[in-house]
C-alpha cells in the first residue's frame, strides 16, 4: 500500500555509510588519474593509485572540439579505469572533468561515451570548485598550523590560485592558461628560444593581473605547488642542486637558461623528465615564473595532494554526512532569507510524493532526494529580487553563483528545478552540458510543483492523506472524499497547472 502524504514525518533517512574503499577520478587536460583509498575511522589510506598521459587539451582544435583521436585516447583509460571500479558503488565514487571539457563543444556527447566505459557518472567542475576541490587535497597533505598559504596549481589547461587557511579557501581563482595550451600556443613547433619564454611569460602576467593585487594584499606565510608541472620542476631543480627544498626564483632562472640552451624539446637531457612532461614542461615554467614575479613568490614548496585527493575528501564528507553542499545550501537560504517553514512544509511534501513514485520512476538514486530536498529550500530565493518572476530570478542566481561542493551540471539540475517549479515549464539554457536524465529530471520538477501548488495556502495545519500514482502520460492524485469541496484555491490551481503540463506533454489526472 502506498504511503499518503499526511503519514509523512518529514525525516531524512539515513543512508548507509560506505564501509569499503573510496575512487576519485581526475580527468585533467594533460593526464587522468584515479585514486582509490580504504576509508579509516579518521582518516583516508590510499591503496591505489593509475596515472595516465592521455594528453586530452592536445585534441582541441581551433573550434574548441575533441577530436576523435583524443577521445579515443581517452575513453580507452577511463575503460581500463573502469575495470578496477566496476564492483564499486556509485555512491563511493566521484568523476570529474575539468578545464577540457568546460570548453569543448562536443563535450556532452563525449560524456556519454566517457560514463559508460567508466560504469560511473562524470560531473564537469567549474574552475572556482577545481580550485576548492585542490585546496583541500593540498590541506590535508600538510600539517594544520602554517597559517594562511597560498596555492597554486598550473594544470593543463587552467591555472588555480587559493588562499586558504586550515581546511578553508578564503579566496580562490581559476585563471585560463595551463602548461599543454601555453606550450601549444607559444612552443608549437618545440623549439625553446628565449623570445618564446617572453611572448608567454607577459600573456601569463597579463592573465594574473585580475587577481595579483588581492592576493599580495591579503599575504599568506607559505606557498604551496600541486600536481605535475610544480612537481617536475621541484623535482628537476633539486637533482640539478639549484634548491634544495622547493622552487626558487633563482632554481627557475636556471632552468630557463637549460631549456633555451637546449634549443629544442626534443633535445632536453634532464633526469627523471619523461617525454610527455617535456612537452608541456616550456608552457608550464612560463606561467610558473609569472607567478613568481606576479605574486612576489620567493619559495615553492611541491604538495603530495592535489585535486584527487581534493575529491576523495569530499566524498569523505559527503559519506560521513559533513556534505559541504548542505553548508552551501544553508548560506544560501540564510544570504535570501528564505521562508523556512514554507521551505520544510514543500521539502516533506515532496520527499512524501516521491516515496510513493520513486520505484515506477526509477527515482531510487539518494542524489534524486538530495536535489529534490534542496531545489524545496532554494525555490523561492528569487522573492529577494521581486515577486514578478522570481522563478526565473531564483535559477539565474543558482545557475551563475559559486556553489562549493556543485558541479555545473549539479547547478544546472537545481536551476532547472527552480525554473520549473512554477509557470511555464521551462529549463535555463545549460552552459555546460547536462549528464542528468532528462525524464529523470522532468519527473523531479512535477514533483517539485506538485509540493508547492499543495502547500500555497503556507498553512501549518498538515495535508491530508493524499496518494499519488504514476500513468501511463503522468500523475493521478486521489484525495479524501469532500477536502477538495472545502479547499477550491487548490481545485484552482490544479486546474490551471493541467493545460500548463499538457504542454510538456504529462498528464494530471484528479480523483
Known sequence: ????????????????????????????SNSFHMVIARVDEHDLRIVDRIREPVQLAMGLDEREHLSEEA????????????????????????????????????ARAFLARAQKALGHRVEIVSGTEEARLIYLGVAHSLSDDEGRRLVVDIGGGSTECILGERFEPLRADSLHMGCVSWSKRFFPDGRLRRE????????????????????????????????????????????????????TRASLRKLRKALVAAEAVGKLALPTLKP?????????????????????????????????????????GRIRHE?????????????????????????????????????????????????LEWGARLHEIGLAVTYSSYQKHGAYLVQHADMPGFSNDDKHVLATLVLGHRRKLLRPVASEPLTWSDEALLRMVLLLRLAVLLNRSRSPRPLPALEVRPTKTGLALAFPPGWLEEHPLTVADLAQERPLLAAAGVTLDVE
Open 323 to 371: 556534505d559541504v553542499r548542505d553548508r552551501t545550501i544553508r548560506r544560501f537560504v540564510e544570504r535570501f532569507n528564505v521562508d523556512l517553514e514554507q521551505a520544510a512544509r514543500v521539502e516533506r511534501t515532496a520527499v512524501a510524493l516521491l516515496r510513493q513514485v520513486r520505484a515506477a520512476w526509477g527515482l531510487g538514486s539518494p542524489d534524486v532526494r538530495h536535489f
Open 71 to 106: 577521445q579515443a585516447r581517452a575513453l580507452e583509460c577511463l575503460s581500463r579505469f573502469g575495470q578496477r571500479l566496476r564492483d564499486m558503488p556509485a555512491t563511493s565514487v566521484r568523476a570529474v572533468g575539468t578545464n577540457t571539457l568546460r570548453k569543448a563543444k562536443n
Open 196 to 247: 618564446a619564454f617572453k611572448e608567454a611569460e607577459l600573456a601569463a602576467r597579463l592573465e594574473l593581473q585580475t587577481i595579483e593585487r588581492r592576493f599580495r594584499n591579503l599575504g599568506w606565510e607559505a606557498a604551496v605547488g600541486a600536481s605535475g608541472t610544480v612537481v617536475t620542476i621541484a623535482e628537476i631543480v633539486r637533482q640539478q642542486g639549484w634548491a634544495e627544498q622547493g622552487i
Open 276 to 316: 610527455e612532461r617535456a612537452a608541456v614542461l616550456p608552457g608550464g615554467l612560463a606561467i610558473l615564473s609569472a607567478i613568481f614575479d606576479a605574486l612576489e613568490v620567493e619559495e615553492l614548496r611541491p604538495s603530495t595532494g592535489a585535486l584527487r585527493e581534493g575529491v576523495l575528501y569530499d566524498l569523505l
Open 1 to 28: 500500500m502506498t504511503s499518503p502524504v499526511a503519514s509523512s514525518s518529514g525525516a531524512v533517512p539515513v543512508v548507509a555509510p560506505v564501509t569499503g574503499p573510496a575512487a576519485a577520478v581526475d580527468l585533467g
